[in-house]
């Protein structure tokens, strides 16, 4: 009687722990996936638009004295650039066309005559470097360079403030003052330089952040 107690014993015994190892293995699922999330960066081409206003001196070097016409006005058009980041440090390069309206027909007279002639310009545009310090998505920069309208060249000096409100599109806002100079006027042997600052704000849509 105990023996066949003892095989029904083991007999249930290997029917239990052969079920047990057709059950399927319990486990946790995988953890999810999570990419890591992009680090932000000023690298990348961009181009844009601005708006602004601009005031010019108009200083007629050739007499030594001021047009009486220091007139301000409409500032506006487009920019396309570069940008390299470098830890916190921001280089650049940025090209503009600027439309000016400061009032009257003849922008920038450079032969001081205040009339609508060969000397005259409703046009600027600059070529200029861009150096700042990046605090995430927010830039301060200084900017300088070569100025240019018509016949006449010069250089610009300024800085702005630009901030990036999503991965590709910024706006800023800019100050920039212009000298511009036409020293190839028949009949005089002097200089005339116009004069002026420009404050605008922009929108840039910048390519390939990620």
């Not at 181009?47 to 220091?70: I, K, P, Q, R, T």
């Not at 000096?157 to 006027?185: C, H, M, P, Q, R």
Request: zero cysteines; charged letters at 20%; proline letters at 3%.
């Amino acid at each position: 009687m105990k023996k066949i107690l003892l095989a029904s014993v083991a007999l249930f015994g290997f029917a239990g722990a052969a079920a047990a190892a057709d059950l399927p293995v319990r486990s946790a699922p995988p953890a999810p996936i999570i990419a890591a999330a992009p680090i932000f960066t000023w690298t990348g081409f961009y181009v844009g638009v601005n708006a602004g206003y601009g005031w010019s001196n108009d200083d007629f070097d050739a007499f030594d004295l001021a047009d009486d016409d220091d007139d301000g006005g409409f500032v506006g058009g487009a920019q396309v650039g570069y940008n390299y980041q470098i830890g916190s440090f921001v280089v650049g390069l940025e090209g503009d066309i600027q439309y000016a309206d400061f009032g009257r027909d003849n922008v920038f007279d450079f032969d001081g005559d205040g009339d609508a002639d060969d000397f005259g310009s409703d046009w600027f545009g600059t070529v200029r470097a861009r150096a700042g310090v990046a605090f995430d998505r927010a830039l301060i920069y200084a900017t300088g360079g070569f100025a240019f309208a018509d016949d006449a060249n010069g250089w610009t000096v300024g800085g702005g403030l630009e901030y990036a409100f999503t991965n590709n599109l910024s706006a800023k806002i800019e100050g920039l003052y212009v000298n511009l100079e036409e020293d190839d006027i028949p009949g005089f042997d002097d200089d005339f330089d116009n004069d002026f600052g420009v404050i605008r704000a922009g929108l840039n849509f910048r390519f390939g952040t990620y």
